[in-house]
């Protein structure tokens, strides 16, 4: 079974450039959820969707937007990119449920802005 | 709101030696607890979680956690250390207040195994 792919691996911005950043979940998974790891900051909760609908959001400027498709793809979006968003992101799937199920990592997107 | 500590942002070891990382967590409700590891330039590996029922967890790696509710504390242990232990760990709460999935992580525990 294929994991979590995040695409892509590494990304080079500027200042005030937008970048989108996309996660595929493990087939079968309809949650996925977001995070943000900086050394400073440490892993901080951007949002989870499920079913296409945001459930769950953190405490990020609106920049920051997600979305997810039908087939439960998601791409997260951060515009007018700041030097504080350099950063790895990560993405995790979980199983559709009311309550917890176990969420599987991608290897992140290490974003860089300059 | 949920919060995770970690005692600790750099512990070394010698191979062979026990390995204690300690996680106490903050929580107005039963708790979920984790515990993640990464490696270099990869994503989150779960080691073990807690959940419900026996509070002694077993998880990869020879890793274990024991869930202690007097002390607010889910520490991971593992007797003998390895090499391939050297890695960051993250513990973690999960939010169910809200909700879905949200996960909170504590700052991490460098683990350096030496020889």
């Known amino acids: 079974k294929a994991g979590v792919t995040q695409t892509p691996r590494y990304l080079i911005k500027t200042r005030g450039q937008q970048v989108t950043l996309s996660c595929s979940p493990i087939?079968?998974?309809?949650?996925v959820s977001w995070y943000q790891q900086t050394p400073g900051q440490g892993l901080q909760f951007l949002f989870e969707?499920?079913?296409?609908?945001?459930?769950n959001k953190g405490n990020f400027p609106g920049r920051f937007s997600g979305r997810q498709f039908s087939n439960s793809r998601s791409e997260m979006n951060v515009s007018t990119l700041e030097l504080g968003d350099s950063a790895l992101y990560l993405c995790?799937?979980?199983?559709?449920?009311?309550?917890?199920?176990?969420?599987?990592f991608g290897p992140g997107t290490r974003l860089t802005v300059l | 709101a949920q919060s995770v500590t970690q005692l600790g942002s750099h512990v070394s070891v010698s191979e062979g030696a026990l390995v204690l990382l300690r996680c106490n967590y903050s929580?107005?409700?039963?708790?979920?607890l984790f515990w993640y590891v990464q490696y270099p330039n990869q994503g989150l590996q779960l080691l073990l979680k807690?959940?419900?029922?026996?509070?002694l967890v077993k998880g990869i790696n020879g890793f274990e956690a024991e869930f202690k509710k007097s002390e607010t504390s889910f520490h991971l242990t593992k007797p003998s250390a390895h090499m391939s232990d050297a890695a960051e760990y993250f513990c973690?709460?999960?939010?169910?207040?809200?909700?879905?999935?949200?996960?909170?992580f504590g700052t991490g525990t460098q683990l350096k195994v030496e020889l």
């Open positions: 995790a799937s979980s199983l559709p449920g009311q309550f917890y199920n176990e969420q599987f």
């Open positions: 969707y499920f079913s296409e609908t945001q459930r």
């Open positions: 929580s107005s409700v039963p708790p979920y």
């Open positions: 087939s079968g998974h309809r949650s």
């Open positions: 973690a709460v999960s939010d169910l207040a809200g909700g879905g999935n949200k996960l909170t």
């Open positions: 807690y959940t419900t029922g026996a509070t």
